[in-house]
């Protein structure tokens, strides 16, 4: 299918790549229909909208640069999901980039859980005061000794 | 929105399962128990709210020019 894209304009897509979030996102709450790109620029992935061209997420896996992230999902949250296999979820981090692209960050406290085998989105919110929405991603990558 | 006043050690029940109750009022400060069960999610305002503007600022954020590189890392892991 043919979709208009906020990175690359109108590109084709599998039917695969298609999310269906039920509950939309936070603060995005009307927008259910998405789809999961790859990058141009790896490891960082986007998650277009299919309903408005203009909106746009960058995403991350969180243990990229953070190995030691857990996600926490509640029963509610696996409900919304499907009820997936572990191994059917990927986990990612909505990245904001300022102007300064070294200052750019993730957030870790509401992260974008995917069941890949049923194509359903959920943005989670995690409990453990660990994980914050600004996580500054090179900072913590060099802390952690990723490479 | 419907409004109920309630006195210290006072409770509400919610679609039978959620209990509230206010332990204590001082000052401008009141706190509050919350018995519910482990499907029912309970959060500050505040972090829907942080998430929210997060997700705002995300939004504004992700231009179309290119993102930043992190090239020299290493590859994502594979998943099963």
Request: with cysteine; glycine share 4%; proline share 7%.
């Amino acid at each position: 299918m043919k979709i208009n894209t906020k990175p690359y304009g109108e590109i084709e897509i599998d039917a695969r790549q298609v999310i269906r979030f039920p509950q939309g996102l936070l603060g995005f709450e009307e927008r259910h229909d998405w789809a999961l790109l790859d990058s141009t620029q790896a490891p960082f992935l986007w998650l277009q909208s299919l309903d408005e061209a203009a909106l746009a997420f960058v995403l991350l896996q969180p243990d990229y640069f953070r190995p030691d992230y857990v996600l926490d999902l509640s029963e509610l949250d696996r409900e919304s999901l499907g009820k997936p296999e572990d191994a059917d979820l990927l986990v990612f981090a909505i990245c904001t980039i300022p102007a300064d692209q070294s200052r750019m960050t993730a957030n870790l406290q509401g992260p974008v859980v995917v069941n890949r085998k049923d194509g359903i989105g959920r943005q989670t919110i995690q409990s453990s005061p660990q994980w914050k929405v600004r996580h500054h991603i090179l900072e913590e990558m060099a802390a952690s000794g990723v490479r | 929105m419907l409004v109920l006043a309630r006195k210290l050690n006072e409770k509400i029940i919610i679609s039978d399962s959620v209990e509230i109750s206010v332990l204590e009022i001082k000052g401008d400060q009141v706190k509050l128990g919350i018995k519910a069960p482990p499907n029912v999610k309970v959060y500050r305002h505040e972090v829907y709210q942080a998430i929210q503007e997060e997700n705002r600022a995300a939004a504004q954020s992700a231009a179309a020019v290119a993102l930043p590189s992190l090239t020299g890392l290493k590859p994502l892991p594979k998943r099963p």
